[in-house]
Every structure is written in C-alpha cells, then in structure tokens.
C-alpha cells in the first residue's frame, strides 16, 4: 500500500491505484479528456499532467500510479502553466466555434442559431420567445454578413428570417427615433414588448419615437422561412454547455490564438442519422477508438494516418454509420468536445 | 471494386505468415510487395479471412509510411532527405527531378506512370551524398544538374539488372593465395563496387590468378568507395581506392604472378549482393594505390578502435568458419558452458556498458532488472531500427558482423533466461535483412541456435522483424507494440519492458551494436573496456560520420575522444577548405555542438551538458554555408511527421514549431516568435510522453542557445549562410566569362544567352535552384 503526497496532503492507496485518483480520493480534482473509467486512458490530452518531485518531466496523472514516497504536484505554477499550453496548443488546432459567428456578430448576442432552428421547425412562438427583449439592429445585416454558409454558397437570409418571426409574433413593431438620422431604426423583435412597452423604452432614446407595426404579409412565407432556415449548417457548437476542452480553457485562461497558425477545414459529418462528426473538433484523445473497440463494432473508428496529420475515421473508409452501429451514444457521451454530438440536441432550444 | 485485383495472393500469404494480429504488418509488406500497393480489395478480403479486425488493418496501414494506398509508377525514385543529403542540398535535386518528370503540385507520379518519387530518410550512404535510389540502384553525388542524365542512364541501364548473383557460404584459402577483399556494404555497392567485384572475378578467371575475391564488409572508409584491398601471400596489403572496373586485370597483374601450372580458378565464392552500382561515368576516376601509410589514411583509421566493428574489413559477412577463426563463438561458448548468470551480469556491469541506443541506460543493470522479474516467459529484443536520417551503424554492424549480435544476443538471453527473441530491422536495410536471415539459418543447422545450443541446455529461437518505416518505432515501447502488429504508439514508462514487454512479458531490449560489444567483453574480460574511455563512458562508440567532411565514413573510437578531433584528426577537418561551424550530434533528437565547444568529449554526460546528444551516432559536419535555422526546420520537419500523433505537446508542439521556423526561413517571421519558440520548446521537452518528443526540441535549444543570431538576422529577413530560398538572391559577378553555361543549364530561362559578355539573372524567374552556381566555372555567382 503505496503511501504517498498529493499537493502535501497524505494519502495511502492500494497498490495500482493512479495519481488521478489517490487524488481525488483527497478531493483535488485534476480536470483529465481522454481518459474515462470505463475506457481507460489514451495517454494522449496531457492535461492531466503533474509533477513529481525529483522527476524531470511531467507525468499524466491518469496513467501513473501511485508509488510509495511519491511527491505530487497537481496545481504548481510549472503544473498549471504546462496545462494552459497544451490547452492553448488543442485550441489551436481547433475548428468550430463554441458560439455561431451569427451570434457573436449580433450586437445583441442573440442566439440567432437556436431562432433559425425554431423557424426551420414551424415554432415561430419559440423563436420569438428566444428574442424576447432584445433590441437588434431590425436588418440582421451584421449576424447575415458573419454568417459562415457564404463561404459555401450564399449566406442564409438572417435578416429576412428575424423579420419574418417579428412579423409573425404578433406584438412586433419597428421603433424610429424621430432624432436619429434617417434609417437609422430600433426594433423589439418580438414577444415580450407590447407596443406601449416599445414606447416606453423608446422615450429613454427619443423623445418622440415613431412606432411602426409590422406587417405580417410582407417578408417569408411559413414555407419560404422554414426552407431558408434549414440551410443553416448550425455552427454553434452542440456541446458548447458540456465541453470539456471550452470548460477547462476558460478555467486557465487557455488563448486560443497563442499558437494558431494556419487552420483546417471546418467539415460536418452528417453520414450517421443521428450522429454529427465534426472532425475539426478532434483532439485525437481515442476514447471513440476505444469504445468501438470494446463494443465490437465490426467497422470501428480507427486512428488514420500519424503526427500532426492523424485523425479519427471508421476503418477502410467506410461511412460513420457503419462504424458506430452500436456504440454512439457511448461515444457521444464520451467524447470529450463537440467532436462527435447528436444531431438534434442544439443549444438554447 | 476493381475486377482486376486476383486475390489468390492473398490465401497465399495468409497461408505462409498467419492469420492472428501480430501477423499484420508481414502480410501488409507481403501484399504490398505483390501488387505494389495495397489494392483496397485485397485488404477487405484480408479483414474477411483473417482474425484482422478493419480498425487495425486501418490502422496499422496508415501508420507506417512504408505502406501506399494509391498504384504507383514502373520505377520508384527515393529521393534521399537524410540530414547529409539535406545540408547537400537534397531538396534542389528533388525540384528538379519534379522539373524532368513534369510533376506539379505534390504530384508523385509522372504522366506516363514511369516513375514515382518519395521521400526517403537515409538510404545509408551518407558518404555519396546527395544521393538518390530507383528501384535498386543507387546515384550518388548528383547535382541539379545530373539529374536528367541520371533518369536517361537508368532508362538504358537500369533494366540490364541481371539480377542476383548465386550465395555461397564458406571459401577456402590456401595459404599461397591472394586476396582480393571488396567492400560489399552498402555504401560502397551504391559507388560500384559490385561491378568492380564482377569485373575482378572476369580478371581473375581470365588472367589465372591464385586469387580469391572476397566480398567483406563496410571498410568504414567511405569517402573513399569504392574500395578494394588486395593482400597477397605474403600478408602485405595493398589498397585501392575510388577503383574503376577497367583496372581490374591490370591491379591483379601488378601483384600477382601468373601461375606456373594453370590451375583454373573457378569463382565459388559468389555473394548475395543486392544492388547494382553507380555508373562509372558518376565517380571522377580519380584512382589511386594507397596503403595504410599514407598519412590520411593512417589518420583516418590510427584514431580508431575497433571493437563493435572488430575484423574490419577483413572478414566475410556471411561466413561462419571465417567468423568462428576469428575467436567468434568462444565467448557464447564460454557463458554457455558456465551458466552462472549473475557472474555474466557482474562482468557486463564491471564494464561499465552503457546501452548504445542513446539514452546511454547501464546495461548490466538492465539485465539484472529482467532475469530477476518472476515469470516464465522472457523474451530479448534486437533494436536495429536506427531511424537517424544521418546515421547508418546498426546497419553496417547487421550487415558486416551479423554472427556477432547473434552471439551477443545468446549471451543476454542466457543471462536473462530467454528463450525466444526478435530482431527490429528497419525497412530501408534489405541487405541487413538478408545477411541476417542467413546467418541465423546458418546458426541453427550448426546448433547455435536453437533448442539446446551446444547441448548446453539453454534454447533460443530468433526470428526476423521487419519495419515499416516508422523512426518512433526505434523507441522501445513503441517498438514492442509494433511487434505485437499494432501501430507504433509508445506506451508510458513505467512499467518498462523490463518488467512488462512484449504480450506483457519481461523483455531485454537493446541496441545492436550494445549487443555487438558484448562478445569482447567477454572474452577481452571487463577491465580491457573499462580501461577506455571516461569516469562515465566506456569502451568505444561507433558514429556515422557524414556531411562537409573531407573523409566521411563510419569509424569506431574509444570514448573520450574530443568532437574536434573527430572531425580535424579522423574527418580531415572541412572539404573545400570552408569554416567548420559545428557538428550536428545525435540526429533529430539530438544537438549542435558548435566549433567554438570542439573540445566536448564523447561521453553521455559531457554531449547532454552542451545540449546534444549521443543519440545513436549520427555525426554530421557543417560547415560556414549552412544555415543552422534551415537545419533545425529541417529537423523539426522530420520530428512533426515521425510524431506517433498520441500525445498533444509532440504531435501539436512540434508541427508549431516548425511553424515558426518555417517563417523564419520564409522571411515571414513576427515579433515574438523566437520567445515563442523558446517557450513551445521547453514545454514540448517537458511534457511529452515519450522520448521522442522530449528529445525533439533539442535542435531547437541547441542553435537558440548557440546560434541566436542567426534567428534574429532571419527575424529581420536575412540569412547569413545564404541557404534559405526566399531570403537570398542569386547575381552574376564581374568575373564572369560569358561561357554561357549557366544560360543553358537554368532550367526557368531565368538568364539569357549573351556570348563573351557578363551575363544576368533575372530575379522574377530565378528559383534558386543553385544550377547556375553549380556549373559556374568561374565561381562568378554570388548569393546575397
Ligand atoms: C524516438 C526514439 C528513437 C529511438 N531509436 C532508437 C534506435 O533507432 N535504435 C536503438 O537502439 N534505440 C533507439 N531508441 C532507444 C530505445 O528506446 C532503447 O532505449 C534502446 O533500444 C535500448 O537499448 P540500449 O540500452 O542498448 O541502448 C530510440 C528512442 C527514442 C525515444
Ligand atoms: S468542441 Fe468545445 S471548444 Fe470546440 S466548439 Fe464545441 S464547445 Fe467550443
Ligand atoms: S450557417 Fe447558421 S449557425 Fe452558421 S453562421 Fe450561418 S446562420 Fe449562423
Ligand atoms: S471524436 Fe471525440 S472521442 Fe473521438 S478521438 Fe475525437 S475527441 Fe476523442
Ligand atoms: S511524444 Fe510524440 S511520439 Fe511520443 S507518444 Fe507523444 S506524440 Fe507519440
Ligand atoms: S487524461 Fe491523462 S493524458 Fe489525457
Ligand atoms: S544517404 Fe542521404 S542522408 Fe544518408
């Protein structure tokens, strides 16, 4: 029974036991990506890494076991600052976006995303909902300039679509402020403001606001709305609430521009009816491989290629489906970052 | 699917190699030899009639480099970017084979699926470099230049390949007969001695001499390949250096009378050899007798001491009587015959040999840890994996002294109590592959290997692994695994293989020339070792010795020795009388020591302290025209793509650094950078999981600790060496004659034809590719 030191708290485990846990047998949480119980580790994240006195080099907490007279460090300067690198280096690597550029670019922040995907899906009451008191920019020009699908082909029609849900939730009306220059509007999207309320808000920026009512006939059609809203390719990340990599950058303060150089191509997997593999979001850390493994599937994923250019795939170029027969939702739950995800779970809706 | 793929082939192979796991990466080289590439129908039938699962016949064939998914052309081209080639200018003659074959845009096959160029990392005859290989001959040498006429001659000649010549074993020697030893490593088979080999056994069968020619191993004198010794009955020994075919007849002439009574001497003694050799027209017949007086041969050899290479350049390879004549067996039958392993490990550890793979781990010690773990099985492992891109020892021990590490390897095995063991052969050594195939053969018709060798009671059976190509597959987790068939992930340390190896079982790894060494030790007993060297390291350490060196070549020396005299004393300091600037040691894990530190010694300790490494024993001289920028991004390069991919700081730390370097070649580099670069470094040492990516930032320290300024020039987009492409341009000086040779040999029309008058290089055209200088008879192009 190894006796040993974890951040100068004594702890004596059983023999094999690993660092990762003599410590949190002492309640230090050390935050750890490829590794799972019930998948073992990949020796890959490095973000578990401590230092042991008298060692070099770092260790990965996860696969190292606990010896006798073992000095543990798991949050020195040396332990942390090497965590934030190998974060940052992750995050330099990474494709996709925790938050749609729809939405960063929304001077509201609104979660345009979601408010496509309830228009896409008829719900004009949730989108709306989602709006709710939100002052916006009524020509959606800037999330519509951000928006990612131009780069494909056209940008989706944001600004169309935001008006069409002003128009058909009833309560919506476009403010002008009778002192700003010319164009220059307000709107409340929808929902929560009556008009008296619009006004009323109105009056702290003008003292003679004009209100508008929408028009529900102008602008989309249900059909037309629900068509364009279902080009939307979803950029915004569906784990962006459970991500570990986005959980543990922010914790340390990982930037995610301190390494980028070049990046790769953001690539949507939609071969699998239910799951979404989006590669650019891989940190290589296994634990899919490892599962579909343990499952056997007869088709599993399998790391391709080595270095910097390894990646994730089903085996002899087979498609997602096949590779994930019975072990998707094992491995969505376990993937670590937004990499692999249900299609139909999206934030914020 | 493709209709045309028969997959007959494939039964076969299953049939010959086996159908578990561990057989993959055999029947992957097995169908990759066939088809020459590997048909995705031949894989899906393998996963079909095999225990193979998909995910590991994916995995496995992506991992390794040596295998291709895609057909390929008629002809492969290697083209050599080993660390010597690469300072030789190796990526110049990759662009213009690009050029001649029309190939654009990463393409790798020509239009009329003739050739297909691949990179290649050391073909092992660093000495010729730059040096490329179709199919299996090998041109040395080669300039921008040449490279057309390379492609033309192998067009007419390389089909002649007669093919191999018949392998026979065990040659007498009267006494009253001469000998005529040529080297038949792979250097100097790459240089021609196979046709001089050939030309001598004509020579001698038409002259009648009592003679034999002999095919020995590597001289360790490269620069000079190729070579030939003649030794006639009176034990004098002539040598012949840089021979040309056509002087056979009249070198045997010269020494040897004819025969009073003609006694027809038949050439019984052909040897396996693999390659055919360099046109004669590539070598300047610059022939010459020289004997080991000869000042710079004595130089080259005084210096040395041969221990791991002992019976240099006098014994055949492959012949076991000549071996065993020269005290070989003895020691194995002395440890046999004993069987007292702790007595074994004591002397190992009195020694004081330390493993000779690069880390330096005391190998007595290691024993020790294996034969007292508790288990059953143990197995010893071999590693001749020897990825260096600048490093050719272990092949030139495999292929020179094969008998040797078997012996080695029966006396650990003995010592350590294992029974079944494997030799890691890298992929690019073919001739190491065969020369030990056939030894092993040999040793088990003679019982010395085996069950119950020499009916000592003690067994070991050694089989031969091939790799794939894969330098992180020379770490010894890594290695183990690919053993097993898997991809060549290393494993965290501990456990170590002494205690948990190969399938989970204790395992003695070490390194071929480790085992080499051992023998001598024995027999020699400890304290003769001992005795060289330093507090340290002892004994003798073997290097390649490569790169703007005035005598290449692989060398032995005794510990101790200073970098400086490695390079003034054995090396000859420089070629072309340039400044020695510093001495790359230990490849991409290693360092530059530069001029200024000459007198580190060779020990582990002392190399580590000045930031290299001992590495394996790659040595590579550079001299004031190299960039050590380049050569770090040239080492950077290598280590992003040899990265096993597993852990973030190597397989993303490394490919940022170069990142970084890139820039700084490129002239794109951003303030900052170097701090970066300095930061990545640290962390990517520090934190990697195996040795790979704690080593792989070495370079980088190294030249940031020693060659600052370099980086700050190129931060300000200036290359002092006048190496980096898009830092330099290249102009015509005054001196020029209007020869107009380098118009006709600029192959982007980048200079017009002005006869008798000084001619231009238009900037916009010009692409660097060095022609111009090259050809220059004047010296009248100048880089700025
Ligand atoms: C990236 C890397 C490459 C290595 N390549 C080799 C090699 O080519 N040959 C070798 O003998 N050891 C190599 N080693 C060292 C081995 O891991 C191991 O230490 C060695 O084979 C042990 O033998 P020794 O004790 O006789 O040196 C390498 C290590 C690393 C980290
Ligand atoms: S995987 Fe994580 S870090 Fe990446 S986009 Fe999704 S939430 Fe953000
Ligand atoms: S495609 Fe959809 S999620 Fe992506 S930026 Fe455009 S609107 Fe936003
Ligand atoms: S897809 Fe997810 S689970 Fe699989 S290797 Fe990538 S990050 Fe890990
Ligand atoms: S250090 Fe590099 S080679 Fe070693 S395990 Fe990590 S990624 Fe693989
Ligand atoms: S969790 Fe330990 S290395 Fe990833
Ligand atoms: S042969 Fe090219 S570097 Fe060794």
Redesign the interface.
């Known amino acids: 029974m190894p006796k040993l030191l974890i951040d100068n708290q004594e702890i004596q485990v059983p023999e094999g036991t690993t660092v990762l846990d003599a410590a949190a047998r002492l309640g230090i949480e050390i935050p750890t990506m490829c590794y799972l119980p019930s998948a073992g580790s990949?020796?890959?994240?490095?973000?578990c890494?401590v230092a042991i006195s008298g060692k070099?080099?770092?260790?990965?907490a996860c696969?190292?076991?606990a010896e006798d007279g073992m000095q543990v460090d798991t949050r020195g300067e040396e332990v942390l600052a090497?965590r934030r690198?190998?974060l940052e280096?992750?995050l330099?690597?990474h494709v996709g976006d925790c938050i749609a550029p729809c939405q960063m670019a929304d001077p509201n922040k609104a979660n345009i995303p979601a408010v496509i995907r309830h228009i896409a899906a008829g719900d004009t009451a949730s989108a709306a909902e989602l709006l709710a008191g939100n002052l916006a920019d009524i020509d959606g020009a800037k999330p519509q300039r951000a928006c990612r699908r131009g780069r494909r082909d056209e940008p989706v029609a944001i600004d169309l679509l935001l008006k069409y849900v002003a128009a058909h939730a009833g309560r919506a009306a476009t403010a002008q402020a009778s002192d700003a220059p010319a164009g220059h509007r307000f709107s409340v999207h929808m929902g929560k403001l009556s008009e008296t309320e619009l006004e009323r808000f109105m009056v702290g920026i003008s003292p003679d606001p004009q209100i508008i009512p929408a028009d529900p006939q102008a602008g989309y059609t249900h059909a037309e709305a629900a068509a364009e809203a279902k080009r939307c390719m979803h950029c915004d990340c569906r784990k962006s609430d459970n991500c570990k990599l986005r959980d543990y950058a922010e914790a340390c303060g990982a930037k995610s521009a301190h390494?980028r150089?070049?990046r790769r191509e953001f690539i949507q997997n939609l071969e699998h009816p239910d799951v979404i593999y989006e590669p650019g979001k891989c940190?290589?850390c296994?634990l899919c491989?490892r599962i579909?493994?343990q499952e056997g599937e007869?088709?599993?994923?399998?790391?391709?290629?080595?270095?910097?250019?390894?990646r994730v795939?089903p085996?002899?170029?087979?498609d997602i489906s096949q590779a994930l027969q019975k072990a998707a939702i094992r491995c969505v739950e376990a993937c670590p970052t937004g990499a692999l995800a249900m299609r139909s779970k999206s934030n914020g809706s | 699917m493709n209709q045309d793929v028969d997959l007959k082939f494939v039964d076969e192979a299953i049939d010959s190699i086996g159908r578990g796991p561990e057989s993959v990466i055999a029947l992957l080289q097995a169908i990759q030899t066939h088809y020459r590439y590997l048909p995705?129908e031949a894989?899906?039938y393998l996963?079909d009639n095999t225990d193979i699962?998909?995910?590991?016949?994916?995995?496995v064939s992506?991992?390794y480099t040596q295998f291709r998914h895609k057909p390929v052309g008629k002809h492969m081209i290697g083209v050599c970017h080993g660390t010597a080639c690469h300072v030789k200018g190796a990526q110049n003659i990759h662009d213009a084979l690009d050029r001649h074959l029309g190939l654009t845009d990463g393409e790798d096959t020509d239009a009329d699926e003739l050739f297909t160029v691949h990179k290649v990392a050391c073909l092992g005859c660093c000495t010729l470099a730059p040096a490329v290989q179709i199919d299996h001959l090998t041109y040395g040498h080669l300039t921008p230049d040449t490279v057309g006429k390379m492609l033309h001659d192998f067009l007419a000649e390389g089909d002649k390949h007669p093919g191999k010549l018949g392998s026979g074993i065990g040659i007498d020697v009267a006494d009253d007969m001469a000998e005529v030893r040529i080297g038949l490593g792979s250097c100097c088979v790459a240089s021609g001695s196979e046709k001089i080999y050939r030309a001598m056994v004509d020579a001698v069968e038409r002259t009648n001499a009592r003679a034999v020619i002999k095919p020995v191993g590597c001289i360790g004198m490269c620069h000079r390949t190729p070579m030939l010794e003649l030794v006639t009955p009176d034990r004098t020994s002539h040598l012949y250096a840089k021979v040309d075919p056509q002087d056979a007849e009249a070198i045997i002439r010269r020494h040897i009378r004819p025969p009073g009574m003609l006694r027809r001497f038949t050439a019984t003694l052909r040897q396996t050899v693999d390659s055919l050799l360099t046109d004669q027209a590539w070598g300047v017949a610059l022939r010459r007798s020289i004997d080991a007086r000869d000042k710079p041969v004595s130089d080259f050899l005084s210096r040395q001491k041969h221990i791991a290479t002992e019976c240099c350049g006098y014994v055949n390879p492959v012949d076991i009587e000549e071996y065993i004549a020269h005290g070989g067996f003895e020691a194995m039958k002395g440890i046999l015959a004993e069987s007292d392993p702790e007595a074994t490990i004591d002397t190992i550890v009195a020694s004081g040999l330390r493993g000779r793979g690069g880390a330096g781990f005391p190998t007595g010690r290691k024993w020790r840890e294996v034969a007292g773990t508790d288990s059953e099985t143990r197995y010893i492992v071999c590693n001749g994996d020897e990825g260096d891109p600048g490093a050719f020892m272990d092949r030139m021990i495999l292929e020179s002294y094969p008998y040797r590490v078997i012996e080695g390897m029966v006396i650990a095995s003995k010592t350590v109590g294992a029974r079944q063991g494997y030799l890691y052969i890298r992929a690019e050594y073919p001739l190491a592959v065969r020369r030990v195939r056939q030894a092993i053969e040999v040793c088990m018709e003679r019982g010395l290997l085996g069950g119950n060798i020499l009916d000592s009671g003690h067994s070991l059976t050694l089989k031969i692994m091939e790799g794939a190509g894969?330098f992180?597959c020379g770490e010894e987790t890594a290695l183990l695994a690919s053993i097993e068939g898997r991809?060549g992930m290393p494993?965290?340390r501990?456990p170590f293989p002494a205690h948990c190896g190969l399938w989970g079982k204790p395992t003695l790894v070490n390194n071929t020339e480790t085992f080499a060494v051992v023998p001598w030790i024995i027999r020699n007993g400890p304290e003769a070792f001992a005795r060289m060297g330093t507090e340290t390291s002892k004994g003798t350490k073997v290097f390649s010795l490569a790169g703007k060196i005035a005598r290449g070549g692989l060398i032995e020396v005794p510990m101790g020795i200073t970098v400086g005299q490695i390079v003034e004393e054995i090396g000859g300091g420089i070629a072309g009388g340039k400044a020695f600037k510093a001495v790359q040691i230990g490849g991409p894990s290693g360092g530059c020591v530069p001029a200024s530190l000459g007198d580190t010694t060779v020990d582990y300790e002392a190399l580590t302290s000045v930031g290299a490494m001992m590495g394996s024993g790659g040595l590579v001289v550079l001299d004031e025209s190299d960039c050590m920028v380049d050569i770090t991004r040239y080492f950077l390069e290598f280590t992003?793509?040899?990265?096993?991919?597993?852990?973030?700081?190597c397989?993303?730390?490394?490919?940022?650094m170069l990142?970084i370097l890139t820039r700084l070649c490129t002239g794109e580099g951003r303030t900052g950078d170097l701090e970066?670069l300095d930061?990545?470094a640290r962390?990517v040492?520090?934190?990697?999981?195996c040795g790979l990516g704690?080593t792989a930032p070495n370079p980088v320290l190294s030249t940031l600790k020693y060659f600052r300024e370099e980086y700050e020039a190129h931060l300000e987009g200036r290359c002092p060496a006048g190496r980096c492409k898009a830092l330099i341009t290249y102009s015509i000086t005054d001196d020029c004659i209007g020869c107009t040779l380098c118009a006709q040999h600029c192959p982007s029309d980048a200079i017009a034809m002005t006869p008798y008058q000084k001619h231009q290089i238009d900037p916009e055209k010009c692409t660097r590719c060095d022609a111009c200088k090259t050809i220059c008879p004047q010296g009248a192009v100048r880089i700025d």
């Open positions: 990949g020796t890959s994240c490095m973000v890494a070099e080099n770092l260790v990965p696969a190292t076991k090497a690198t190998n280096l992750l330099s690597d390494f150089t070049t940190i290589r296994g491989v579909t493994e007869p088709c599993a994923l399998s790391f391709v290629g080595r270095g910097f250019g390894v795939a085996s002899l170029d087979r | 995705p894989l899906e996963c699962t998909p995910a590991r016949v994916t995995g992506t991992f894969a992180v991809r494993a965290l501990p992003q793509d040899q990265s096993c991919g597993q852990c973030t700081p397989r993303i730390g490394t490919r940022r990142d970066r930061e990545l962390h040492k520090q934190s990697s999981l704690k």
